[in-house]
């Protein structure tokens, strides 16, 4: 019997050559879609949408965490039962709990950079909030107050934080 070989090849198209001294340098444009489903956390996005923050707390009574989570967590992490959705009364004010300065966002980053990059702690909620503060510079304890989007972006930057005064 014949074997037959299949052999790899180079389908994409050549860099350009931007820069040839005192290093080479090639433009390399990477483009795609992605789709991504947000499933059974879609609750969470939608309220994203209308300027609500929704959590999850685990609706079995044995279990030992009763707190909300944020990021929503569609079962729960300790003992896997369905979570219900609660939202987050307004305004929703948290505390800064460490933020690190982003310089290099990386590809596909929509927000412009340096940003802040904050977490965030909510009282009654036994996770941190990963989030951006729009402007200011943060410390940790300080209180900042949760905003949105006025035109959604259907996406988790749809909501950012803003410093509270009150």
């Known amino acids: 019997m014949k074997e037959t070989r299949e052999e ?3 389908i994409g198209r050549p860099a350009k050559v931007v820069q040839m001294e005192p290093a080479m340098v ?6 795609f879609i ?28 044995k279990c030992p965490e009763n707190r909300l989570w944020l990021p929503a967590r569609a079962d729960c ?8 959705w609660e939202e987050i009364p307004q305004p929703v004010i948290g505390t800064i709990y460490t933020y690190t300065r982003v310089a290099y966002g ?5 927000i412009s ?4 990059q904050i977490d965030v702690e909510l009282e009654g909620v036994c996770t941190i909030f990963k989030g951006w503060l729009k402007y200011g510079e943060p410390k940790i304890g300080m209180k900042v107050r949760a905003q949105f989007q006025d035109v959604p972006t259907n996406t988790i930057l749809n909501i950012y934080w803003v410093p509270h005064d009150g």
């Open 8 to 10: 790899a090849r180079f």
């Open 26 to 31: 090639v433009e390399w444009p990477r483009t």
């Open 34 to 61: 992605h789709r991504h489903t947000y499933g059974k956390l879609t609750p969470f996005f939608k309220g994203l949408q209308e300027g609500r923050l929704l959590a999850t707390r685990c609706k079995n009574p």
């Open 77 to 84: 992490p300790d003992c896997l039962q369905p979570m219900a």
């Open 106 to 110: 990386g590809m596909g980053l929509e």
């Open 113 to 116: 950079e340096p940003y802040w």
